[in-house]
């Protein structure tokens, strides 16, 4: 692995952003342990349709970056930002690409958050997935108390060793004492 980064942090931005490009061969898997993991146990992202640690992982190169920012318009710093982005991405000589993001937008002297998730293993490649899912979270009482909703899709491992696909939605109420 050879890689460079560059930070820049001030009273209204913070920025990471990260730039890899790396070897894979002898069955050696760089992110073995990423978003996607879970799933690849019973099947892995790729036309051979068997687990991750029986799937073939071609000799070759990738080169991987990540970029995580977050803006504040009005300096109140910390982890509250009105913007946040984070994505993760590899693209690989054999073919395949991956992406991993997340943009959550803060509204409303930020009572309101909204954000919207996406994942893609193994695009460009028959057997790909791709999950989304969005989130909305509305904070009353001075921030105390919060109502929140979810929803978006996702895969349920079979005994068959497939993934079949579905979706999910949920709603609760929370109290935020660090606020």
Do not use: I
């Amino acid at each position: 692995v050879v890689g460079a980064g560059a930070d820049a942090v001030t009273p209204t931005l913070d920025m990471r952003l990260r730039l890899e490009m790396r070897r894979q061969h002898g069955g050696f898997r760089q992110g073995y342990f990423g978003p996607d993991y879970e799933l690849a146990r019973f099947k892995g992202a790729g036309p051979e349709g068997v687990p991750l640690a029986e799937s073939p992982f071609p000799d070759g190169y990738s080169a991987h970056g990540e970029a995580e920012v977050g803006w504040d318009a009005v300096r109140y710093g910390g982890l509250s930002k009105h913007l946040k982005l984070s994505l993760g991405a590899e693209a690989f000589s054999w073919g395949r690409f991956d992406v991993d993001g997340r943009v959550a937008v803060q509204l409303f002297a930020r009572s309101l958050e909204v954000a919207l998730k996406g994942l893609g293993m193994g695009m460009g490649q028959p057997g790909a997935r791709y999950l989304g899912s969005a989130e909305v979270r509305w904070r009353l009482l001075g921030g105390k108390l919060y109502a929140m909703g979810t929803g978006g899709t996702l895969l349920f491992p079979t005994p068959e060793g497939t993934l079949r696909p579905g979706a999910f939605a949920s709603v609760g109420l929370g109290v935020d004492n660090a606020r």
